[in-house]
């Protein structure tokens, strides 16, 4: 069964760090792009990072660039987020997703992990 | 603001049908062919419903249907069902590094 599992969220206070990662198992891991996307309470979706199969490719959203690092490790199926300087407005369900092999859209996505930002 | 603009909410009887709108711009949802839609249910993760614009993942009942045209995409889920009530989200790729991938705003089906 492919499937995705977050870890890692919490309570943290403005201006810590968490790392999440996301535990992939069920398909060849190291060739799919993977991704963060999260959802604020009561809001939409938003992406927040993208990372290419062999970590060639990296991209942010402008809200957590600077702040946020994502990687992976193919080795271990494991995609991770380093999220530093947290602002109450980081506060979120975050969901990992993998791109679909020919892109264009997410079709596995993790139940998700909740980081609250709060002092 | 969300980059694609979804109607906040639509309801429809059971039997009926609904359409779910998804405006964008040329750079996202005109310019590609890559708009995909999410259901998801109150604490639950986003389910792919449509994907490149028209096609159903296995499993997705073909009551789902999606189209295109120019900057607006459209879902449409006939012969409603008390299932079918839920938030449902647009997606695109786009064409700048950030953000790659724009959603909706959202919009919620209630099923009356």
């Known amino acids: 069964e492919v499937q995705l599992v977050e870890s890692g969220g919490g309570l943290v206070k403005p201006g810590g760090s968490l790392r999440l990662s996301c535990a992939a198992s069920g398909f060849t891991f190291s060739s799919y792009s993977m991704n963060w996307v999260r959802q604020a309470p009561g809001k939409g979706l938003e992406w927040v990072s993208s990372?290419?199969?062999?970590?060639?490719?990296?991209y942010y959203a402008d809200s957590v660039k600077g702040r946020f690092t994502i990687s992976r490790d193919n080795a271990k199926n494991s995609l991770y987020l380093q999220m530093n300087s947290l602002r109450a407005e980081d506060t979120a369900v975050y969901y990992c997703?993998?791109?679909?092999?020919?892109?264009?859209?997410?079709?596995?996505w993790g139940k998700g992990t909740t980081v609250t930002v709060s002092s | 603001q969300s980059a694609l603009t979804q109607p906040a909410s639509v309801s429809g009887s059971p039997g009926q049908s609904i359409t779910i709108s998804c405006t964008g711009t040329s750079s996202d949802v005109g310019g590609y062919n890559y708009v995909s839609w999410y259901q998801q249910h109150p604490g639950k993760a986003p389910k792919l419903m449509i994907y490149d614009v028209s096609n159903r993942p296995s499993g997705v009942s073909n009551r789902f249907s999606g189209s295109k045209s120019g900057n607006t995409a459209s879902l449409t889920i006939s012969g409603l069902q008390a299932e079918d009530e839920a938030d449902y989200y647009c997606?695109?790729?786009?064409?700048?590094?950030?953000?790659?991938?724009?959603f909706g705003g959202g919009t919620k089906l209630t099923v009356l």
């Open positions: 990372i290419s199969s062999s970590s060639s490719y990296i």
């Open positions: 997703a993998r791109e679909a092999m020919v892109t264009g859209y997410m079709d596995v």
């Open positions: 997606s695109s790729y786009t064409s700048s590094s950030t953000p790659l991938w724009v």
